[in-house]
């Protein structure tokens, strides 16, 4: 193993047992029949990875630059994001204006928060609601007992209620 640490970066070389052919230096899959196998193709019959990595120590936090970022939001719920309003093709304005913040807002601490509109609290962030008592089993009887379904979800046409009743939620438990 070696190991080098400077002011600017942490570095590191360590031999580990082969995660595909578990150190024999042979794997056996689905076409190595009858007592065959190949040789690994990974460690190449040697049983071990040499895995290396270089680190750059942390500092502060950089700075974009050029104007790369104006809006940020904590995570996209699986929509497209953008730092404009959108007006899609079937008319429907999305208002991203109206959520997350801008840069330099988060730069100066605000929390960013989710696209609303775009999607439910669990489908933004499963682990949203975690200290909400009794949230998950609300949406789960919404989803008709299937938690991640949330596209069949009776209040997906209400995301809204959904938000409230999550900001009600942890309101709560942060009196507590």
Same mark, same amino acid.
């Given at each position: 193993?070696?190991?080098?640490? &400077?002011?600017?970066?942490?570095?590191?070389?360590?031999?580990?047992?082969?995660?595909?052919?578990?150190?024999?230096?042979?794997?056996?899959?689905?076409?190595?029949?009858?007592?065959?196998?190949v040789v690994?193709?990974?460690?190449?019959?040697?049983?071990?990875?040499?895995?290396?990595?270089? %680190?750059?120590?942390?500092?502060?936090?950089?700075?974009?630059?050029?104007?790369?970022?104006?809006?940020?939001?904590?995570?996209?719920?699986?929509?497209?994001?953008?730092?404009?309003?959108?007006?899609?093709?079937?008319?429907?304005?999305?208002?991203?204006?109206?959520?997350?913040?801008?840069?330099?807002?988060?730069?100066?601490g605000k929390?960013?928060?989710?696209?609303?509109?775009?999607?439910?609290?669990?489908?933004a962030n499963?682990?949203?609601?975690?200290?909400?008592?009794?949230?998950?089993?609300?949406?789960?009887?919404?989803?008709?007992?299937?938690?991640?379904?949330?596209?069949?979800?009776?209040?997906?046409?209400?995301?809204?209620?959904?938000? &409230?009743?999550?900001?009600?939620? %942890?309101?709560?438990?942060?009196?507590?």
């Open positions: 193993m070696k190991i080098n640490l &400077d002011e600017n970066e942490f570095s590191y070389e360590i031999e580990v047992v082969c995660t595909n052919c578990n150190g024999t230096g042979l794997y056996q899959g689905m076409l190595e029949r009858k007592e065959s196998a690994c193709w990974s460690c190449k019959g040697t049983g071990k990875i040499t895995y290396k990595n270089t %680190l750059e120590l942390f500092k502060q936090r950089k700075v974009f630059i050029n104007d790369e970022v104006k809006r940020v939001f904590d995570g996209t719920g699986g929509y497209v994001l953008n730092a404009e309003d959108y007006t899609t093709s079937e008319g429907v304005l999305i208002e991203f204006s109206k959520y997350g913040c801008t840069y330099e807002e988060w730069l100066g929390e960013a928060g989710y696209v609303e509109s775009l999607c439910c609290p669990m489908q499963q682990g949203i609601a975690k200290d909400v008592e009794g949230f998950e089993d609300v949406c789960e009887t919404l989803n008709n007992g299937y938690i991640n379904m949330f596209a069949k979800c009776k209040g997906q046409c209400n995301k809204k209620a959904c938000w &409230d009743r999550l900001r009600k939620g %942890l309101s709560n438990a942060n009196k507590t």
